[in-house]
């Protein structure tokens, strides 16, 4: 049975505005890094540490905003979110004051909170049920998997031809042209409201378990490498012999196999649990940045972009898919708020820290490895959340 017009066109109006929200607020700022880092004169700990500023905003603000949606309708919030992103992104491309660039991701970093996939996740998870919500956050993280994709080679391709500047304020353009209509128009009454009245789960209950905390502290980690990488990818590849289009490509590429990993969700949690599937895919990102490491030749990226991109894109949905089948939805919005808000608290120090080890040591490699190991421990940190929750409730313990 066909899902009704407003929920498909919920579904597609925030895949839309989650691309958007990603591609323009995270995506472009790797690409833009080198530029920016010439034009000003300022360096790259100062340029990764207001980036990290504004990804710590974001997950300070990711609770709240999950709160906010349990019991109030997304519309306005959404909305208004956006229209501040476009004006705050055409404040980036005339900024050349280090107060003034510091405040303004200040700024861009509540309108990720509003435009990343945590309040389309909460807006899905309530509006839908079992397979029909599993299809609708599947699309919705398939076309926001294609954000670097996207945005990557575009960012690169508008600094070249028109300068880094120019190119953000087209940027602007297209996140306010597109994204502010979208959520407007497609964001009714009612988007909140379907979930079961059965769902009993005790918010204090959960926050206050072994499990839950093991879980976020796995997703915590995973989300260390994830942004790290996001951010440092393309300064890496430049600095190992690169052309910066080509390392923008690999860039994308990684949004690439996002959606491919992402594709295969449905068909791989039919025959694995979606815990057990996330210790694999979160153990599956470390053998792909380690193919990184080793050789950053065309071989190895294209083994990273495989293995590590689609772990990438599948740890997503397997996080957003748990939270849900061990708690339930009533209370997802503030308890998925946060995992990802600590997760993000986590995320948001790791381009700085990365900057600061390679000014220090002198070169990415070693700390790359820290990555690495970063993500086992995240897959040994979701594997013994499965486990305590199976021993709470008298399972088989997973192996």
């Known amino acids: 049975m066909r899902a009704p017009v407003s929920d498909r066109r919920l579904v597609g109006s925030l895949a839309v505005t989650t691309t958007l929200g990603y591609g323009v607020l995270f995506y472009s700022y790797g690409v833009l890094l080198l530029p920016m880092e010439r034009d000003l004169g300022w360096r790259r700990t100062f340029l990764s540490g207001s980036f990290s500023l504004a990804l710590l905003v974001a997950a300070v603000l990711t609770v709240p905003v999950g709160r906010w949606l349990d019991t109030h309708g ?124 059965h769902d009993d789960t005790v918010p204090r209950e959960v926050l206050l378990s072994a499990p839950f905390w093991c879980l976020t502290t796995a997703y915590l980690l995973s989300a260390v490498t994830t942004f790290a990488i996001a951010v440092h990818l393309v300064p890496y590849l430049v600095e190992e012999g690169w052309r910066s289009g080509h390392a ?111 000014e220090a040591i002198g070169r990415y490699e070693p700390a790359l490895w820290g990555l690495v190991a970063i993500s086992l421990a995240a897959a040994g940190a979701n594997h013994a959340a499965l486990r305590r929750a199976a021993y709470e409730r008298g399972a088989p313990l997973p192996r």
């Open 74 to 197: 997304p519309r306005a919030l959404l909305t208004a979110g956006a229209a501040l992103a476009g004006v705050l992104v055409t404040t980036w491309a005339f900024v050349d004051n280090l107060a003034t660039f510091v405040l303004l991701w200040v700024g861009l970093g509540a309108c990720m909170s509003l435009l990343f996939y945590e309040p389309a996740f909460t807006i899905l998870t309530k509006r839908l049920d079992g397979a029909s919500r599993h299809r609708a956050i599947t699309t919705v993280t398939m076309l926001a998997g294609l954000a670097s994709t996207i945005f990557g080679p575009l960012t690169a391709a508008l600094e070249h031809a028109l300068g880094w500047r120019r190119a953000v304020f087209a940027l602007a353009v297209i996140l306010t042209a597109i994204a502010v209509p979208l959520l407007a128009t497609a964001l009714r009454p009612g988007h909140e409201t379907r979930q079961p009245a």
């Open 248 to 358: 923008a490509m690999a860039v994308g590429g990684v949004g690439l196999l996002q959606v491919v990993g992402r594709s295969a969700f449905s068909r791989l949690a039919e025959r694995h649990d979606a815990g057990r599937l996330g210790s694999w895919v979160l153990a599956s990102k470390a053998v792909g940045l380690a193919a990184l490491v080793v050789s950053p030749t065309l071989a190895g990226v294209g083994v990273f972009l495989v293995v590590y991109g689609a772990a990438n894109g599948l740890q997503t949905l397997t996080r957003a898919t748990v939270v849900a089948d061990l708690y339930g939805v009533r209370h997802y919005g503030a308890l998925s708020g946060v995992i990802g808000s600590v997760s993000a608290v986590g995320g948001s120090v790791a381009p700085l820290a990365l900057a600061a080890a390679v």
